[in-house]
């Protein structure tokens, strides 16, 4: 199994420019979660799908964020308009039930930079 | 509301040293799990090791061991030998009935 895919690695944009981030699970995973990992908050969830539903978005910090899940396969994280105060490395992870019973799986993250 | 608290920012061995990392959670829950993930230079999260809350046996894995103690709600991760290449920001986290919450993390850095 490839594991969870995160595109770009690296990004480098402009403030105010729309940025996306990319994210395919495990397959045969139903859950899928969004983290951003900054110095300050460390790792903090931003919304989870179960099933491609959107279950919890509370820690989406404002309505510049947004998410989809479109398939069981495929996830996009998308910033519009960017602000500096963005720049974080955003982690996309999977599991199968989210109870915990059988771990969380994280991608390799994708390391936003807002100029 | 779960918390998870690593009071240790950071720590400083030799190898061959053992070292302990210290986790203590905060949870309602009467089900749940913890975690311990590895995050190496590289930046990837590395799982190590799920523990449910019925389980309090302690855990060997080759230098790892891990120390479940629900009375005192600690969870503590020990190093034996400790190694280079154990340098990393390890993290304990907790799910309950809600989400994966991560504790800030301990930087661990081992010196040749």
């Known amino acids: 199994d490839a594991g969870v895919i995160q595109s770009p690695r690296h990004e480098v944009t402009e403030m105010g420019q729309e940025v996306t981030l990319r994210c395919k699970p495990i397959?045969?995973?139903?859950?899928l979660f969004w983290y951003r990992q900054t110095m300050m908050r460390g790792l903090e969830l931003l919304i989870y799908?179960?099933?491609?539903?959107?279950?919890?978005d509370s820690g989406m910090p404002e309505d510049r964020f947004s998410a989809k899940m479109p398939n069981a396969s495929f996830s996009t994280l998308k910033i519009q308009p960017s602000e500096p105060r963005d720049s974080a490395v955003y982690f996309c992870?999977?599991?199968?039930?989210?109870?915990?019973?059988?771990?969380?799986?994280f991608g390799s993250g994708t390391r936003l930079t807002v100029v | 509301a779960q918390k998870v608290t690593q009071a240790q920012t950071e720590i400083s061995v030799v190898e061959k040293e053992d070292v302990t990392l210290d986790c203590v959670y905060e949870?309602?829950?009467?089900?749940?799990?913890l975690f311990w993930y590895k995050q190496p230079p590289s930046g990837e999260l590395v799982f190590l090791i799920r523990?449910?809350?019925?389980?309090?046996q302690n855990e060997i894995s080759g230098r790892y061991s891990w120390n479940f103690q629900k009375s005192t709600s600690s969870f503590n991760f020990t190093i034996t030998a400790s190694q280079v290449v154990d340098s990393a920001v390890y993290f304990c986290?907790?799910?309950?009935?809600?989400?994966?919450?991560f504790g800030k993390g301990t930087m661990l850095l081992v010196s040749p």
């Open positions: 992870a999977s599991s199968l039930g989210g109870g915990g019973t059988y771990g969380y799986t």
């Open positions: 397959s045969g995973h139903d859950y």
């Open positions: 799908f179960n099933n491609n539903v959107p279950i919890d």
């Open positions: 949870t309602r829950d009467t089900t749940y799990y």
């Open positions: 523990r449910n809350s019925f389980d309090e």
């Open positions: 986290a907790l799910r309950g009935y809600s989400t994966l919450t």
